[in-house]
Structure formats: structure tokens, C-alpha cells
């Protein structure tokens, strides 16, 4: 089979490679179509060091090709979509409930090969199995549209509440929708206006970016008091979480998703003095369905999120691609 292999920073080649065959617990799925992130990107430029060689690919979307003989949650030709992170099971947080947390949690693409070949073996657990009329665009955010459906879920939104995202990648698209869904009044603040036109199509009542102005007047017009009730952050940078922290009312709620590695200044003085709670919220335990049956409903719009398209044999275009200011998901389709 074919697989591109990442040898080293940015060295990545396609290749002959042999076909996996599942062990006990383990299925094979053949992918039809695998999203490029930020997280591929950082992996392929050597950012993010990992062993190699090794095959990235994490947001997967495929059929079952075959299964272990212990395996009954999927069988051959089902469609599926692949939940990449799985934890050890074993530790006091796994057997706690938090699985998300596990020390020893590994990721498909990251720690084990992934999915940008043309199968790939995985746990059958990780095999959510979708609508036999789901094509691939519908599925292929299922991954990043669970994140945002547990950071949603951690902010508790209430119906008629006024929300605000940060950051309009494909987090924060995906996370208005979610909003939407729950029956929240949304603005989307963003650095630029790029993405402004898209997330007024997918259900901002108003936009912001945050070159033009302060984001705590436009929470402030937007709500009618002093901020909104919910902040939830997908940028991943140190400014993402200062204007969440603008944006919000005494007594409100932040949900920090992006991850920012370099040090974030936080204002704790405003934190307690306006009893501000802030939460974080890692990857997904069990959002997957949730997740699906968004995309099922029509509740939640991914194609709309896919800008650029490539063939597994133009990889290397793809994560150009994804550098490309303009760009939003990057699919690849086998």
C-alpha cells in the first residue's frame, strides 16, 4: 500500500509500504479522507519532534477493511470515522472517568503511524461507525467537532445566553455551530476580518475583529451589560486568552480550548474580583456521537470549513496549503 512517511523535518515521502493486518482488538479501516492540522503541521516541519519514520494523520474518515477476530463493534465495509486519542485504561484518572487526562495516552499520527496512507490499523474502540449516507465532507471534522462539543458542554450555555468565540479556525467554526445549536446568541472575535463573511453565514449575529477595536465595547454593545455570559477560546495564543478575559461579564465563564505553550499574562486580580470562572477543556471523553449526530442533523455545517483538496500523491501541496493565510481544513482524499 501507499503511505507517506515522515522521515524527518520535512522530509516527508510516499511510499511502498506493507499492509497492516489486525491484531487481537484492532481493526483495519481503508481511508477515504484525512484532515491536515496544525498539529500535522508542527509535526512535519519539526516543531513537535516525533519517532521516526513515522505516518501522520489523525482526523480520519474510512470503511473498515477488516477485524480482528475478538472484534464485534464493527464489521468489514462499515463506514466509520476514527476517535484518535486512546488512554491506558489502568491509571487512577483512566479508572476515574478521565481518560482525556491519562499520562500515558496515545494518539493515532502521533505515537502510533496514522492516516495519511491508505490503511490503517487502529484499536476497534477508536471506530465510531457513521451514516451509510455520509459522505466524507460531512465526516471528515468529526475529530475537532468533538473537542469543541465537550468545551461547549464544560460552559454549560443556556438558552437565550450571549456567547462569544475566540479565534475563526476551524475550532471557532465549528464551535459557533455548536453554540448555535444550543441556543446561544454568538459574536465571533478574531486579529482579522478574513473569515467574517463564513461565520456570519454559519450563525454569528456579529463579528470583531480586534485590530479595529476594544473586544470588551463590542461584548458590551453586543450583550446589553457588562459582557457576555460565555467566552469559549480557540485561538491557542497568550493575546486569545487576555481578550476572552475582556469579553466576559462578572459572574461569566470562560472555556479555554487552544493550548498557547508560550506564557499567558492573566490578570488574577480581575479573575477574583469579578468571580470569573475559568475552565479548561482537553481533547474529548465521549463527544464522538454527539458529535455525529450533529453532523447528521445538518446542525453543524463541515464542508463549508474545507478550502483546499489534494490526492494523497500531492502531500507535499497540502501542507503548503495549510500555510496559506487563506486556508481553513486541508483534506486529503484517497
Not at 16 to 36: H, K, N, Q, Y
Not at 287 to 292: D, M, R
Request: charged content about 25%.
Amino acid at each position: 500500500m501507499k503511505a507517506a512517511r515522515l522521515h524527518g523535518p520535512r522530509d516527508l515521502r510516499l511510499e511502498s509500504v506493507r499492509e497492516p493486518r489486525p491484531e487481537p482488538g484492532e481493526a483495519i479501516v481503508r481511508i477515504t479522507a484525512a484532515g491536515l492540522c496544525g498539529t500535522d503541521y508542527e509535526i512535519w516541519s519539526g516543531a513537535r519532534p516525533v519517532a521516526y519514520p513515522r505516518v501522520m494523520g489523525h482526523e480520519l474518515v474510512g470503511r473498515v477493511e477488516a477485524v480482528a477476530p475478538d472484534v464485534t463493534r464493527v464489521a468489514p465495509g462499515d463506514p466509520v470515522v476514527v476517535e484518535p486519542n486512546y488512554s491506558c485504561g489502568r491509571c487512577p484518572l483512566c479508572r476515574e472517568g478521565n481518560r482525556n487526562l491519562c499520562l500515558s495516552r496515545t494518539t493515532i499520527g502521533i505515537n502510533v503511524d496514522g492516516g495519511f496512507a491508505e490503511l490503517v490499523r487502529v484499536p476497534a474502540q477508536c471506530c465510531w461507525r457513521a451514516a451509510a449516507s455520509a459522505g466524507s465532507d460531512a465526516l471528515l471534522l468529526a475529530e475537532p467537532l468533538a473537542v469543541v462539543v465537550r468545551a461547549v458542554a464544560r460552559g454549560a450555555p443556556k438558552r437565550g445566553e450571549t456567547a462569544a468565540i475566540v479565534g475563526a479556525g476551524t475550532l471557532g467554526l465549528l464551535a459557533l455551530q455548536v453554540l448555535r445549536a444550543r441556543g446561544a446568541r454568538v459574536i465571533v472575535v478574531s486579529r482579522s476580518r478574513r473569515r467574517f463573511a463564513l461565520a456570519s453565514e454559519l450563525g454569528a449575529e456579529i463579528t470583531h475583529a480586534t485590530s479595529e477595536g476594544q473586544p470588551a465595547d463590542a461584548a458590551r454593545r453586543f450583550s446589553g451589560r457588562e459582557g457576555v455570559d460565555l467566552v469559549v477560546e480557540t485561538a491557542g495564543t497568550p493575546e486569545a486568552v487576555s481578550h476572552a478575559l475582556e469579553l466576559v461579564r462578572p459572574g461569566g465563564r470562560i472555556v479555554l480550548t487552544g493550548l498557547p505553550h508560550e506564557p499567558t499574562s492573566v490578570s488574577f486580580f480581575s479573575v477574583v474580583r469579578r468571580e470569573v470562572t475559568l475552565t479548561g477543556s482537553m481533547i474529548y471523553q465521549d463527544e464522538f456521537p454527539e458529535a455525529l449526530q450533529l453532523v447528521d442533523s445538518g446542525a453543524v455545517r463541515t464542508g463549508p470549513l474545507i478550502t483546499h483538496r489534494f490526492g494523497l500523491d500531492r502531500i507535499g501541496e497540502a501542507f503548503a496549503a495549510h500555510a496559506d493565510a487563506n486556508s481553513i481544513k486541508v483534506a486529503l482524499e484517497l
